[in-house]
Structure formats: C-alpha cells, structure tokens
C-alpha cells in the first residue's frame, strides 16, 4: 500500500500549500492513507478543531502533533477527544487524548499510527524508547503496517530511534526541526526512515517564521514575536510503499514539492 507522510505544516502558507497539493498527490499516486503532523498549523503554534476538519478534507486520515499540541487553548477538548489527532504518547498517564491508534485506510487494510516525543532539548517526557517498543507490539495484534512520527530536537536521537524500531514498525517519520534531510533510506530490518520529513510551508524564512524578528532575537538575545513568513511555500514529506502482509517498506521517496505561484 501507498502511504503518504506531510510533514510539520506551518501557518497559513502551508495550510494553502496542503489544500493545493494534498488531494493531487493522492490521486496521482494513488495514496491509500495519509498522515500529516498539524502541530504549528494555527498560525505557527498548535492546531484548531477547524484547521483540522480541513485536512481531513484534504484527504489526511491522521493528524499528529509535538511539543505545540496545546498551544491553541480552544482546541484542547477535541485533541483530547482523539478523533484521528495524535497527541505525543509520552505524556504522563491520565493526559487527555491519546498518542496511538489503528485506523482504517482506503483499501480496508488498518494502519497502526505512533505519535511521540523526543527528550533531548525536549519536555522530560517518558522515555520515548521503551514505550514506543511497547505501543509497537500492541498495534502489531492488530496490523503488521505501523508508522511513527518521532517529533524531536537531536538528529542524534533520532537516528537511534530509527535503528532501535527497524524491523518493528514499518516507517520512522522523523519532525520538529523543521529542516528536511537528505538521509532517507529503508533500514535492513524493512523499516522506511529520514531524520526529518522537513516542513510545509514558507521555506524564505527561519524555520517558518518572519527573518527578521527571528534573526534580531539572535543578535540582541531580546524577547520577539514570531509571525509565520510567506515566501518560496512548498510541501515537504514522504511517499512510502508498505508490503501489508510482512509491514516492511519496500520503497520510499522524498518529496519537496513548490506551491505554484499565485494559488490561494
């Protein structure tokens, strides 16, 4: 099966570029399930109950999130509802919502999904390691085709989260930083990985947001408001293909992809 991953989408540049270039990639590759990390859709910070309804719309049939879940206030009764939004699994127990599920893909095949957080330069939430392993051999009573997005800060980390999942799970979508890496590959336990899928959104800016505020921050070490910037959208993810039978990925592909001028 085709699965389609979108990475962080930022504002409203990259809730344009996922109107526009979603639903085409999924007809054009005939993509049967879809997961988009939503977490800095409401203007750079968190997501509403709206913005998510139109990714479903767009044809998502998951949103995950990351250390913004909770960034918009008025979104945390339906993030806590856990209707196909992830919230990081790591949270402590008895947080609203939940980080894991199956969910059914185009074709009936069901898709086991991982939402969870790093902790290196991170919140210090439960080790994303062993409850990954233990949230993998659950879903895996359920499906064999299991993909996680593993939102953190350190390339580091999450290398070794790909290398200790590799021939549990099917994919290891890697987010956060919002800069997409060249180091996509299929690790030989069958497991699809990249370091980071990049982000959706205004790629003329720092990491999403306006340069010039983010650049004086720099240099003056004083407090800036942070808008998201405009310029050069494109949509950055991945293409992966999953045996359903085995779980393993047998062939992945980058995407970085322009948002045409003058589309709205």
Request: hydrophobic share 40%; charged share 25%.
């Amino acid at each position: 099966m085709k699965i389609l991953f979108v990475g962080d989408v930022y504002g409203k540049p990259g809730r344009r570029a996922a109107a526009e270039i979603i639903p085409e990639l999924i007809s054009t590759h005939d993509v049967e399930f879809c997961v988009v990390n939503g977490e800095n859709a409401a203007g750079g910070f968190g997501i509403t109950e709206n913005i998510s309804k139109k990714f479903h719309a767009y044809g998502a049939d998951v949103i995950t999130t990351g250390n913004h879940v909770w960034d918009q206030k008025e979104a945390m009764p339906f993030i806590m509802s856990g209707d196909r939004i992830l919230r990081p699994a790591n949270f402590p127990p008895g947080t609203g919502g939940r980080g894991s599920g199956v969910f059914q893909s185009r074709n009936g095949t069901p898709v086991g999904v991982i939402c969870i957080q790093g902790r290196i330069n991170m919140k210090p939430l439960d080790c994303p390691f062993r409850l990954g392993e233990e949230l993998a051999a659950e879903l895996q009573k359920e499906t064999r085709v299991i993909l996680v997005d593993f939102h953190a800060e350190a390339t580091s980390e999450k290398i070794a989260y790909g290398w200790f999942l590799d021939g549990k799970v099917s994919a290891v979508f890697g987010t956060h930083t919002h800069v997409q890496t060249a180091d996509e590959s299929i690790l030989p336990g069958g497991t699809a990985y990249i370091t980071d899928a990049g982000m959706t959104g205004p790629h003329d800016s720092v990491i999403g947001a306006r340069k010039e505020p983010a650049i004086r921050r720099f240099v003056d070490q004083m407090p800036v408001r942070f808008e998201p910037a405009s310029d050069n959208v494109k949509l950055c993810g991945m293409l992966v293909e999953v045996d359903v039978e085995s779980g393993k990925a047998t062939s992945l592909e980058r995407l970085r992809i322009d948002l045409e001028e003058g589309s709205d």
